[in-house]
């Protein structure tokens, strides 16, 4: 499914206030990935307010610190399960993948809506043993998808309240971290490569919509990305500028190919960004960021 139409988005909004009260003294180091940051993005002071509706997903992510211990004397597993939150394990890798869903979803199969806990990916695949390290469990008891490169998601992140949200009916206010728009633009663009193609053509789409939010800070947006270059190795950097050079090389590209596509299929009765709109917008992102070749 391409994104979650307006008939979906109460169900998802309210899942997500459920986790979000349910993480409790875990928001300090939790922070909101994926296609829900951009919706955020749009009820702060200082973002856009572009005329597309948000491209909004199912999953409710959040990326933990790979070395996260107890906060309080509850676990983070106990804490979900305190929230009437079921796990639904994984099948065919030890420890398996954890993914938690309400219970009114059931506890026998994977729900529409879900959420998962990430955490970056440091050092090899594999350990000594040959296992695989992709799938961890933190001190705070739960198994996490150990993925590259979301360490730049949690660095330096935006603390709001996210009672900006209404609809996630939360009980007073509740502080939630976000990645920052450079750092979010930057992980997608890398982890794109190693994405499932239908993932892939909606994290472009995701970048689309930043760049549309982030239009009038775009200079803001190149000075985080010359911060972030000097912390992190130089190959990403000239990755991450060759993956959008060549994904948005032309109108015809498969970068504004995907998101229009992307947006058609959310907004049937008309009204989808083109092709050449596409390819406008992220000429003038990659331009304004000094990621264009020089003439």
């Given at each position: ?135 961890q469990v933190v001190r705070a008891g739960i198994a996490v998808q150990a993925l590259r490169y979301l360490d730049l998601l949690l660095d330096s992140p935006m603390r709001i309240d996210a009672t900006v949200v209404a609809e996630l009916n ?33 994290d472009l789409a995701y970048i689309y919509e930043v760049a549309l939010l982030t239009r009038d800070d775009w200079p803001g947006i190149a000075a985080a990305l010359v911060r972030l270059r000097g912390r992190y190795p130089q190959r990403w ?59």
């Open positions: 499914m391409t994104g979650v139409r307006r008939a979906e988005l109460a169900e998802v909004l309210a899942d997500l206030g459920r986790l979000i009260e349910a993480l409790g003294d875990y928001r300090r180091d939790a922070v909101l990935t994926g296609g829900l940051v951009p919706f955020f993005y749009r009820r702060l002071p200082g973002f856009a307010a572009p005329a597309v509706p948000p491209l909004l997903t199912h999953d409710m992510d959040w990326t933990l610190p790979v070395d996260i211990g107890l906060r309080g004397s509850r676990s983070l597993a106990e804490r979900l399960a305190d929230s009437r939150f079921v796990v639904i394990r994984s099948t065919g890798s030890e420890p398996p993948v954890e993914w938690y869903q309400h219970e009114r979803h059931g506890r026998d199969h994977l729900a529409p809506i879900y959420a998962e806990f990430l955490a970056p990916l440091v050092g090899s695949v594999r350990n000594r043993s040959g296992k695989p390290r992709t799938v939360l009980r007073g206010r509740r502080e939630i971290l976000l990645p920052r728009p450079a750092n979010y633009v930057f992980q997608k663009v890398l982890a794109g490569p190693e994405r499932p193609r239908d993932k892939r053509d909606k950097v000239s990755r991450a500028r060759q993956v959008l050079l060549r994904l948005f090389a032309s109108v015809t590209s498969d970068g504004p190919v995907a998101v229009a596509r992307q947006y058609r299929s959310l907004m049937p009765g008309g009204g989808a960004p083109s092709e050449r709109a596409v390819h406008t917008v992220i000429t003038g992102f990659l331009d304004a960021i000094g990621w264009l070749p020089t003439r």
